[in-house]
């Protein structure tokens, strides 16, 4: 749950981002030459979900983009091409990872 909007994951608005990972997912999919309801049935989803997902009006968890990118022969960034943002917009949000500078390695639990 966001500690910003008190929202878990799935229930966040789509994005953007999710609309182009969705298209993406499609593209993978066709291209792999499977129906909605072999890769439904391989992910553990049914047709609507995966519907969904490909229409960007749903979320994909990190874990389903996992288990997609196994299933189509593919890796997750594949799913993200070089859109460069994770995060509400082009490029505009400051959680977006081309924005965010590298996070120091600490040395161990409990060590700044």
């Known amino acids: 749950m966001s500690r910003l909007t008190g929202l878990g994951p799935s ?11 969705g298209s993406r997912l499609r593209a993978r999919r066709r291209r792999a030459g499977l129906s909605r309801q072999e890769l439904a049935d391989a992910l553990g989803t049914n047709v609507r979900q995966l519907r969904d997902y490909e229409d960007g009006t749903v979320r994909v968890s990190a ?38 500078p590298p996070l120091p390695l600490s040395g161990g639990p409990g060590r700044a």
């Open 11 to 21: 229930q966040r608005p789509a994005t953007s981002a999710d609309s182009q990972v």
């Open 63 to 100: 874990a389903m983009l996992a288990r997609a990118a196994t299933v189509l022969g593919s890796t997750v960034l594949e799913f993200f091409g070089d859109v460069g943002m994770v995060g509400h917009g082009a490029g505009t949000d400051e959680h977006t990872p081309r924005h965010r």
